[in-house]
């Protein structure tokens, strides 16, 4: 589930808020909407932008009106409240950017169209993004180049085998037939991949609806077409995957400090590993007796290199090491939200 709209989701915890008229101003629901799975998810249209729906009972959705204010401790093992939009929380990039992420890292997706005979059909195939994140596809199966038909492209990437955002466009497949915008594609594919294209088995698919989730058994947010076009993938995206090996291997200490200092929480911590960075900040996989748990630290700035991510982890690291030594007081506010995902 996308964290863009502080709808987490504890073990128990459920949140529904549904035509919402007056938003709170540190609520920013305009950009996606979030749905849960249901038989009839292709048939609805693209939900309102104001409504978040929950798959729980109606007595596990009462939001109380208190939790929206901040300061509230959301302690993680209780899950008796809906957590609090914090600082932490707001400091992770868009459902949008991270699809453009998921479409710009993942080499490969499943491309699904329903047959004259009417079963559905799925094939995998090599892809690239095009300039604006629409899919452009090798397809040497005749049974799905079908220009023109109603299909889906599924795109998954596991974050250091931890965590698997994916998103799903529904579109048409088309046959690009302008020189500029083959030889554009070809150049992707060739920096990509290492190799050339048949052009003649290019096709582009449009991107008219977009469903992300953040992993696996988490509910889907559609995400609004222009938001996605005009979204920029991760700046740290390539390099993401080092950063989290380097800083797990050769910090792990600095890794627990930096837990342990700037997150609120009453767990007994058995280890925690980061799982990925981006240009906002990084998530924690928290393991505990109680299960693991995800939490988000955000850096106090934008990040769009290797530099400034080492820099401000480390200066993360030494003013928690500050801390503990009580040399230093803290000077940031503590993330109180932690995610129970296993």
């Not at 393991?287 to 480390?314: C, L, M, Q, T, Y």
């Not at 993360?316 to 939200?337: D, G």
């Amino acid at each position: 589930m996308a964290w863009s709209l502080s709808s987490f989701q504890l073990s128990d915890a459920y949140l529904l808020i549904s035509a919402v008229k007056n938003p709170p101003p540190n609520l920013n629901l305009q950009s996606s909407t979030m749905l849960s799975s249901s038989p009839s998810l292709l048939s609805s249209p693209l939900p309102s932008p104001v409504t978040v729906i929950s798959k729980k009972p109606a007595s596990l959705r009462a939001v109380p009106s208190g939790t929206a204010r901040r300061g509230v401790r959301v302690v993680a093992a209780a899950a008796a409240a809906a957590a609090p939009v914090s600082a932490a929380s707001r400091a992770r990039p868009s459902a949008a950017e991270v699809a453009r992420t998921v479409l710009e890292l993942a080499p490969s997706g499943t491309l699904s169209v329903v047959g004259p005979d009417g079963w559905p059909l799925g094939v995998g195939a090599r892809f690239v993004a095009d300039a604006a994140g629409a899919p452009a596809l090798c397809l040497a199966a005749a049974e799905v180049a079908v220009p023109d038909a109603p299909s889906s492209f599924h795109v998954e990437f596991r974050q250091s085998g931890a965590r698997t955002p994916q998103c799903t466009m529904l579109g048409v497949l088309t046959k690009p037939s302008d020189e500029s915008v083959l030889k554009k594609i070809s150049s992707r594919w060739q920096k990509k991949f290492g190799e050339e294209i048949d052009q003649d088995l290019l096709y582009l698919i449009s991107v008219d609806r977009i469903l992300h989730m953040e992993d696996f058994n988490e509910d889907g947010m559609w995400v609004i077409p222009s938001d996605y076009t005009s979204a920029e993938p991760d700046p740290l995206r390539n390099s993401a995957e080092n950063f989290v090996e380097e800083f797990n291997s050769n910090h792990a200490e600095d890794v627990h400090r930096i837990y342990s200092i700037y997150v609120e929480s009453d767990l007994q911590v058995a280890d925690v590993k980061m799982i990925w960075v981006d240009r906002l900040g990084f998530d924690l996989h928290v393991h505990s007796g109680e299960g693991v748990f995800a939490v988000r630290i955000p850096f106090s700035r934008d990040v769009s290199d290797e530099k400034g991510v080492k820099s401000s982890f480390n200066m993360m690291s030494h003013h928690a090491w500050e801390v503990e030594k009580s040399y230093a007081s803290p000077e940031f506010e503590k993330v109180q939200f932690l995610k129970k995902v296993r």
